[in-house]
């Protein structure tokens, strides 16, 4: 099965930290770049970062520059996004999402089902 | 930076055909032809509408088709369907080297 999973979410204090990773199967990724994507309650998408294929070129949005690293390890096919000192306003459903080429705005053709995480006190 | 702008809404009937637009500056849209459409069920993984301002990905109908004007890109649906009905989001390449989605827009289908 093709698919992008997602796994790390959860609930975590403000100025914590929090792994996300997204693994995928059946589908190839290492030519690909990767991107995570978040929607906030009853909010809109918002990209948060993306990362070429061999880890060369890497950009974040404004809200995360210098709190969240993206990384990935293409022998295990895996993306990551390590959050630091997260904010009550990171609280999203946290999207990996599979770039059409390797690197890195050419739309994302494969997403997966998301992992939640919400920043409470 | 803030969001692309979108309607919020937009309604047709069955059989109809409707344009969401999506506006932004030569910044982004205007400037750059990596403008995407993505379809959205709440709950679900974001589908891939429209890839490169006018492209449909392998399997998507061609009912959908994408188009841009200066600083504006707009997605049409023609013959519009019940199952079209969802959250549809615009996103463009940016000069900073990032990426910008739109507000969102919610398609009723009457």
């Known amino acids: 099965q093709v698919q992008l999973v997602e796994s790390g979410g959860g609930v975590v204090q403000p100025g914590r930290s929090l792994r996300l990773s997204c693994v995928a199967s059946g589908l190839t990724v290492n030519t690909n770049a990767l991107h995570w994507v978040r929607q906030a309650p009853g909010k809109g998408l918002e990209w948060v970062a993306v990362?070429?294929?061999?880890?060369?070129?890497?950009y974040y949005a404004d809200s995360v520059r210098g709190r969240f690293t993206i990384s990935r390890d293409n022998s295990m096919t895996t993306l990551y996004l390590q959050m630091d000192s997260l904010r009550a306003e990171d609280t999203a459903v946290y999207y990996c999402a599979r770039d059409r080429r390797s690197c890195c705005y050419f739309g994302m053709d494969v997403w997966g089902q998301g992992t939640t995480v919400t920043v409470s006190s | 930076q803030s969001a692309l702008t979108q309607p919020a809404s937009v309604s047709g009937s069955p059989g109809q055909s409707i344009t969401i637009s999506c506006t932004g500056s030569?910044?982004?849209?205007?400037?750059?032809?990596?403008v995407s459409w993505y379809q959205h069920f709440p709950g679900k993984a974001p589908k891939l509408m429209i890839h490169?301002?006018?492209n449909r990905p392998s399997g998507v109908s061609n009912r959908f088709s994408g188009s841009k004007s200066a600083n504006t890109a707009y997605l049409t649906i023609s013959a519009l369907q019940a199952e079209d009905e969802a959250d549809y989001y615009c996103?463009?390449?940016?000069?900073?080297?990032?990426?910008?989605f739109g507000g969102g827009t919610k398609l009723t289908v009457l």
């Open positions: 030569t910044s982004d849209v205007g400037g750059f032809i990596y």
């Open positions: 490169e301002v006018n």
């Open positions: 996103s463009s390449y940016t000069s900073r080297n990032t990426l910008i």
């Open positions: 990362i070429s294929y061999d880890g060369s070129e890497i």
